[in-house]
């Protein structure tokens, strides 16, 4: 079993939809939830980081931990055909030392 | 300056050759990072570098070689490639770098292409 697993997609939704994105886990040790945005062919660009359990908004993102159910997510209202790109979850121990655990990656298109 | 920069954008080698590709940062990040990407896959870690110190090594073969210069830069040489070693290399800093996890911030990555 993967650390981190994530549905690859493809997901495509019309723009103003709202999206959700989803990782499970399996160690109940990660602390630290991040959400990572991909455009073709550029590095991924952190969008959304939370500790430990709970919602966090940050404009249109609003990422959710629940470590209960070692579930989390990332949800993009009124969605733009900008939003279009992967969506990589990663996670992480507190004591590992920078190891960071990614999800696949989710591939999503906003169509106009 | 808040991003990481990394040289070449594009880099296309044959097996034999000597490259390096270059990764900088001005946040005062004390952990580096350099991560393999290939297409439709999360990226891979290579090589930490902690307080311009190696401290993760998973295990990546000799002919990729990482240097740290100093606390804002990181090195990656190539000696020797496979074709299989073509990728998007990734280079990312993080602000502590002695405890996991605060949050890595990645430069554009490097595509390398090896014939």
């Known amino acids: 079993q993967k650390e981190v697993e994530q549905d690859p997609g493809p997901l495509s939704v019309p723009e103003g939809a709202i999206v959700s994105l989803n990782c499970t886990y399996s160690n109940s040790a990660f602390q630290y939830f991040m959400w990572y945005r991909q455009y073709s062919r550029k590095g991924p660009e952190l969008l959304m980081y939370t500790y430990s359990s709970g919602n966090k908004e940050d404009g249109r993102f609003t990422a959710q931990v629940d470590k209960s159910s070692k579930y989390i997510s990332l949800f993009i209202r009124d969605s733009q055909p900008s939003d279009s790109a992967t969506y990589l979850c990663a996670m992480s121990l507190l004591t590992t030392g920078n190891q960071f655990y990614f999800g696949t990656g989710t591939s999503l298109t906003v169509i106009p | ?115």
């Open chain 2, 1 to 115: 300056d808040t991003e990481v920069t990394q040289t070449p954008k594009h880099l296309v080698m044959g097996m034999t050759n000597k490259k390096s590709l270059k990764c900088e940062q001005h946040m005062g990040h004390r952990a580096m990072y350099w991560y393999k990407q290939k297409a439709k896959k999360p990226p891979e870690l290579m090589f930490v570098y902690s307080y311009e110190k190696l401290s993760i090594n998973e295990s990546v073969p000799s002919r990729f070689s990482p240097e740290c210069p100093n606390s804002s830069l990181l090195n990656l040489h190539l000696h020797a490639l496979q074709p299989e070693d073509s990728a998007l290399y990734l280079c990312a800093s993080s602000p502590q770098g002695d405890r996991l996890s605060n949050e890595q911030f990645f430069g554009p990555g490097t595509r390398l292409t090896v014939l």
